[in-house]
């Protein structure tokens, strides 16, 4: 309420105020245009140039007479605009104490500037909210994606300690892996954490790309070729500034996406200019994504059907931190099917370097 008598009070006053100096000065110059004229005139001897107190009287009731109008103009304003401002000053309050549900209403939207406020309002509140739920949700799916690693690791290691299992080889790898898969799931969020805030470090430089993606095709072609798949290359000679180490993290991701889950046969990656553009392609022969899930599958802890090649099984993250390293780039991904009926996967790097 003390907003609210407040600025009626500084609405009241200045539009008084206004009114009065707008009376003054029009009564004033009307009587200097005349006196000036009738100065001039050859009737002049014969005119009173000088205020009479019936001339302020005058003045007087025509001042009165503004100043009850301007009151009640300026009070039917400051209504309009007030009941949004409250509305909006409630609901900010409302935020404040932990209630994001708490939106404000416009009001008369003839006052644009006032609708506008409560509109962009609403929607930082909303955003608010969005945020909330999603944190709520990332909460809960990290710590369901921690479970279960851990709990591996604590019953080998209490298995080993109560005499149940015997620490050889075997029992400390498969302890290895797990650790492993820890330390992906942390560096996963930790990628996608510092892109989504604009902090993801990148060293970029004209790189050129068909050297890095023959160098790390060389590593992974031998596993490839041993559960039946085949490598296969299509890359052109372009020199590309981007973050070398970044772009090898996003191609290892789609490939092993594609050998997860993609059935037997060949992984094509292909590298080109198109309208100026740098695209880097990865495909497979199937069966692509399900449809239900081709929208969102740059979303963190999407995961496919036992049907599609969506990262079913993995920790959720692959193709997130993949969005999140192109766009920190300045680029774009994007899924389609591809011509075989699986899954293809497009990036767009900007303007190879000259």
Known sequence: MMLKRGLSRQIL?????????????????????????FYFSPWSDETDSWLTAFDFMVLSGLILVALVVAAFTSIRLARRILAPLESLAISARRIKDGDLSARANPGDHSLGETALLVEDFNAMAQRLQDMAADMTLWNATIAHELRTPLTILKGRLQGMIDGLFEPDERS???????????????????????????????????????????????????????????????????????????????????????????????????????????????????????????????????????????????????????????????????????????????????????
């Open 13 to 37: 006053l200045a539009m008084s105020f206004m009114t009065v100096a707008a009376g003054v000065l029009v009564f004033f110059g009307t009587y200097l245009a005349f006196t000036i004229l």
């Open 172 to 354: 400390l790898n498969a302890l290895v892996l797990q650790v492993d898969s820890l330390a992906r799931l942390v560096e996963d969020l930790r990628t996608v954490t510092l892109a989504d805030s604009g902090h993801l470090d990148l060293r970029i430089e004209p790189v050129r790309l068909k050297d890095e993606i023959e160098r790390l095709a060389r590593v992974i072609e031998p596993e490839l070729q041993a559960e039946g798949f085949e490598l296969r290359l299509r890359l052109a000679d372009i020199h590309v500034p981007v973050d070398a180490m970044r772009i090898r993290q996003v191609l290892l991701a789609l490939i092993t996406n594609a050998r997860r889950y993609a059935r037997r046969g060949v992984i094509e990656v292909s590298l080109k200019v198109e309208r100026d553009m740098t695209i880097l392609q990865v495909a497979d022969e199937g069966p692509g994504l399900d449809s239900d899930l081709a929208s969102s599958a740059f979303e963190p802890f999407r995961r496919g059907s036992q049907s599609g090649s969506l990262e079913k099984g993995g920790n959720g993250l692959g193709l997130s931190v993949v969005r999140a390293i192109v766009e920190a780039h300045g680029g774009k991904v994007r899924y389609a099917p591809s011509a075989k009926g699986g899954a293809l996967f497009e990036i767009s790097l900007g303007k190879p370097a000259a």
